[in-house]
């Protein structure tokens, strides 16, 4: 089977319903036909035939009775001066078809015929419907009008016949459009390793070409993106192994000279090689730890308890601030027992955090932590009493090596904190919120916060680290698509 336009479907389509009202037309009106030569149906003209028949019968016997009116028919019997005697009419009806009848000579009305006929001492008035009859009566009972049932029965028929069409066509469409849209889907997801198979269906052929070139594309770019990373990581890591065997040498070197007799510029300057390669020593363990945050394996996530996770930060949240004698206020507040985190990486994340807000708040100050739970998600509210973010820390803070701040910043920040919390908090698909303490009390947490306080630094900062609680099969897809 070739591949077909989208204006022959519709063409088709067309043509299908023509052709079926054609075959109900048909078949309907083969069927009426059929009920008037078998006389199952009464025509108009062929009442109108049989009532002048009956006519000359009714005016000639001697009693009016009911097996003498023809079938299709109901009667009036009257006085001649037009009182009611009998019939098949309602009583109730009877003056109004006198009147219309006899007094006023009408032959018909809205819906009816009207035949009069004249007897010696009586007056016999025949009422038929302008239409079609069935001759059973009993079906004349529930249908009056046989050319009306007809009509009614080849619109039902036509209308199934439309939805049965629609529904087949829509069925077909929707089956290429079902490839189309889980094509998308895909390459939105950054699912690449799959093949598109054709609909046969020549427009949305063209548009599954189109995202076939872009998923090449996309995929070429993403592997050499990936292979980048890769390599730079790489060199990172072997630049930073590299630089410790000859560091490790000049610092054990400047240790030995410091051993020996000196005079005091020369162990000034020995002194100056020492502190100068713990410094390096620093920086190097600092590339470390971006090349560890830039790497892309995947989250080893695991149910934890919640309680001994939040036991060993407490401690070491402590110990922190125990050496820079600041004081600690710890408050828990959540629901959920387990969740399925990466321990290792949050807990460093947070520890990073808890270490930044410790060096830049005074001796004698305090430190906040607050773990909550809000809309299925776990808050690490982390605020202390220093001079609070600036407005430049509170947009960029968040990125490797930002050194803008310089209230915040000291010799031996380098600052990696706050990126290796942004980082970790993104790959458990929560995120991370930079902001400034408004006098005493904290605001709650929300994004516009992050921009909307000016930079303030009356209170100090607050750092909240957002976590949702999913369920395991989103933890999974997470970390399939990362």
């Known amino acids: ?67 003498i009116i023809p079938s299709f028919s109901k009667y009036a019997l009257y006085t001649k001066e037009g009182e009611y005697i009998r019939g098949s009419v309602k009583a109730k009806d009877a003056p109004s078809i006198w009147e219309r009848a006899v007094q006023n000579k009408q032959i018909s009305s809205s819906s009816f015929l009207y035949t009069v006929i004249n ?9 038929y419907l302008m239409t079609a009859q069935f001759h059973n009566p009993v079906v ?49 997801h950054q699912d690449l390793d799959f093949e598109i198979k054709k609909t046969k269906l020549f427009e949305i052929d063209q548009l599954l070409d189109a995202l076939e070139q872009m998923r090449q594309a996309l ?114 507040q959540h629901q959920s027992l387990r969740i399925d985190i990466d321990r290792h990486l949050l807990m460093r994340a947070l520890v990073n955090v808890v270490a930044n807000a410790v060096e830049h708040t005074p001796a004698g100050g ?10 299925n998600k776990l808050l690490f509210i982390i605020t202390d009493t220093g001079n609070g973010f600036s407005d430049e820390a509170l947009k960029y803070g968040a990125e490797p090596f930002f050194m803008g701040d310089s209230s915040r910043h000291s010799k031996s920040h380098f600052g990696i904190g706050l990126f290796v919390a942004h980082s970790a908090c993104q790959k458990h698909g929560g995120e991370l919120i930079l902001e400034n303490r408004s006098g005493g009390e904290c605001d709650g947490v929300s994004e516009s916060s992050v921009y909307g306080n000016g930079g303030s630094k009356s209170g100090g900062g607050r750092v909240t680290l957002v976590v949702p609680v999913y369920k395991r099969s989103l933890i999974n897809r997470i970390n399939e698509i990362s």
């Not at 007897?119 to 009422?127: A, H, P, S």
């Not at 410790?244 to 005091?264: F, H």
């Not at 162990?267 to 790497?295: F, H, K, P």
């Open 119 to 127: 007897r010696d001492q009586e007056v016999v008035v025949l009422k």
């Open 366 to 375: 305090t430190i906040a932590i607050n773990v909550d739970e809000q809309d």
């Open 140 to 188: 004349q009972r529930f249908i009056p009008s046989a050319d009306l049932f007809v009509i009614l029965v080849a619109l039902l028929e036509l209308l199934i016949l439309l939805l049965c069409v629609s529904y087949s066509f829509g069925s077909y469409f929707k089956k290429r459009m079902d490839t189309l849209l889980t094509v998308v889907q895909k390459v939105e």
């Open 1 to 67: 089977m070739g591949v077909t336009k989208l204006r022959s479907i519709f063409m088709r389509f067309i043509l299908f319903l023509i052709a079926g009202a054609g075959f109900i037309v048909v078949l309907n009106l083969g069927l009426y036909l059929y009920g008037v030569d078998t006389g199952h149906i009464y025509p108009l003209h062929k009442m109108t035939a049989e009532m002048e028949q009956a006519k000359s019968k009714l005016q000639t016997v001697n009693e009016i009775t009911d097996d």
């Open 219 to 332: 995929k070429k770019s993403l592997s050499e993106q990936w292979q980048a990373d890769k390599m730079r990581q790489e060199q990172i890591s072997a630049l930073a192994h590299d630089l410790k065997t000859p560091l490790t040498i000049i610092r054990g070197n400047a240790e030995l000279l410091s051993d020996t007799e000196l005079s005091d510029e020369q162990r000034e300057y020995a002194d100056y090689i020492g502190g100068s390669s713990i410094q390096v020593q620093t920086y190097i363990q600092t590339l470390m730890e971006v090349a560890r945050s830039w790497d892309s394996y995947p989250l080893q996530f695991s149910p934890t308890s919640l309680e001994p996770f939040l036991a060993e930060l407490e401690n070491q949240a402590k110990g922190l601030c125990f050496v820079q004698h600041i004081n600690l206020e710890w408050e828990c």
